[in-house]
Nanobody, 127 residues
Framework: QVQLVESGGGLVQPGGSLRLSCAASGFTLDSYAIGWFRQAPGKEREGVSCISTDNSRTYYAGSVQGRFTISRDNAKNRVYLQMNSLKPEDTAAYYC????????????????????WGQGTQVTVSS
């Protein structure tokens, strides 16, 4: 069964850090493009960070550039999103997605063109 499962979300104070994890089952992530997306209530889903199939391209939304880092651990079949200096506006449900084909969607971190999606993990940044 092909599945993506996110974890690591929670409640954190402004300025704090969280590391989100995206674990794959049923396939190996090392040759897949991976994207992290988020959706806040009443807002559209937005691309936060994406990495291409061969790791040659990474994308970060302007709002997270310099604060978030995407990385892979092939041995654990996981992709991470390290989030530092968190702000209240980072509050959202965070989703990971995967596809084995690079495209405009993966290069620009758009929400189309992904084959698999996780169920999401909630991140709340509040004092």
């Amino acid at each position: 069964q092909v599945q993506l499962v996110e974890s690591g979300g929670g409640l954190v104070q402004p300025g704090g850090s969280l590391r989100l994890s995206c674990a794959a089952s049923g396939f190996t992530l090392d040759s897949y493009a991976i994207g992290w997306f988020r959706q806040a209530p009443g807002k559209e889903r937005e691309g936060v960070s994406c990495i291409s199939t061969d790791n040659s391209r990474t994308y970060y939304a302007g709002s997270v550039q310099g604060r978030f880092t995407i990385s892979r651990d092939n041995a654990k079949n996981r992709v991470y999103l390290q989030m530092n200096s968190l702000k209240p506006e980072d509050t959202a449900a965070y989703y990971c997605a995967a596809t084995n084909r690079d495209s405009i969607g993966t290069h620009r971190c758009l929400s189309r063109g992904w084959d698999y999606w996780g169920q999401g993990t909630q991140v709340t940044v509040s004092s």
